[in-house]
């Protein structure tokens, strides 16, 4: 009986242990992970242009490019009413040309052509310009959307530089940061963009939104820590990070480092951009194309 009572104990003992291990390997798979991709920003000589496709399947509809030119060159690029193609430049200079505009390419800056099937951009001799292209697939109820748009929100080209756009407030960051609103709502059906920017140490508070999806792109000095649920990422200048739906996340950074990010919200419906009412505008938005 003694043996028997020995034996007995030994497997419970065992059974708790092997319990206690299925909990923590559960527990581990439940953590999300966070995507992220480092961009390409150092070019072999003589390369004159580079495609490199950023988290493939990452945003549903929607296929993102990290596209590099070297200058002295002109490119026309073809787009389609059934898309949306946002252009965002990050680093050197060019030019945008449609057959009656031209904006001038710089660092930090936005471009949507609205009404244009192609557009030149051009860019000189001894430049590099390289910028992150984003074509979403409209849907039908996009289509519909932007037609009932007031006139203010209707752009041939949507073009500013983001220190230029509107500067606002939220909860969750603290008052030594600067946000920016770089694409309100309303313009692209669905999506929405803003930068963050703050010196270390500080960060942006734990939060969660299931109604969107998020990336954030590495701006200039960039350097901070992505934390979701359980997983942390280091995220730096010049990468695209994705983070993981529905989590609770939120970013560090610390002694002399910077936070720089540009934020993307990919909403899943129109009543989720309900959501960006937790942005409180410092001063009026002016229009700027």
């Known amino acids: 009986m003694k043996f028997l009572a020995t034996l007995f104990h030994k497997n419970i003992a065992s059974v708790f242990v092997l319990m206690l291990v299925l909990g923590v390997c559960i527990s581990c798979s439940n953590t999300p992970e966070i995507v992220v991709q480092q961009m390409k920003m150092e070019i072999p000589f003589g390369e004159q242009m580079l495609i490199e496709e950023l988290l493939p399947g990452e945003i549903a509809d929607t296929k993102i490019e990290h596209i590099f030119y070297a200058g002295p060159t002109v490119q026309n690029l073809q787009l389609s009413y059934e898309n949306v193609n946002m252009f965002l430049f990050v680093k050197g200079n060019g030019t945008l040309k449609t057959d009656t505009s031209s904006f001038k ?34 849907s039908e109820q996009d289509i519909a959307d932007i037609k009932g748009y007031p006139d203010d929100n209707k752009y041939d080209v949507y073009f500013t530089e983001f220190d230029d756009c509107e500067p606002y407030t939220e909860k969750i960051k603290s008052p030594n940061t600067i946000s920016r609103t770089v694409l309100p709502e309303d313009i692209i059906p669905r999506v929405a963009l803003g930068t963050v920017e703050a010196p270390g140490p500080d960060e942006v508070g734990a939060h969660k939104h299931v109604m969107l999806d998020q990336l954030f792109l590495g701006l200039t000095d960039n350097d901070v820590v992505v934390h979701a649920d359980g997983a942390t990422a ?39 951009q309900e959501w960006l009412k937790t942005h409180k505008p410092i001063s009026k938005n002016k229009k700027d194309s």
């Open 234 to 272: 280091e995220f730096k200048a010049y990468s695209l990070l994705h983070i993981p739906l529905g989590s609770s996340h939120w970013v560090t950074v610390g002694d002399n480092k910077k936070m720089y990010y540009l934020w993307m919200d990919f909403f899943l419906t129109k009543e989720g």
């Open 105 to 138: 390419l710089v660092p930090e800056s936005i471009a949507i052509p609205m009404t244009y099937k192609s557009i030149k951009i051009e860019v000189p001799e001894g430049e590099e310009l390289h910028f992150v292209r984003f074509t979403k697939k409209f």
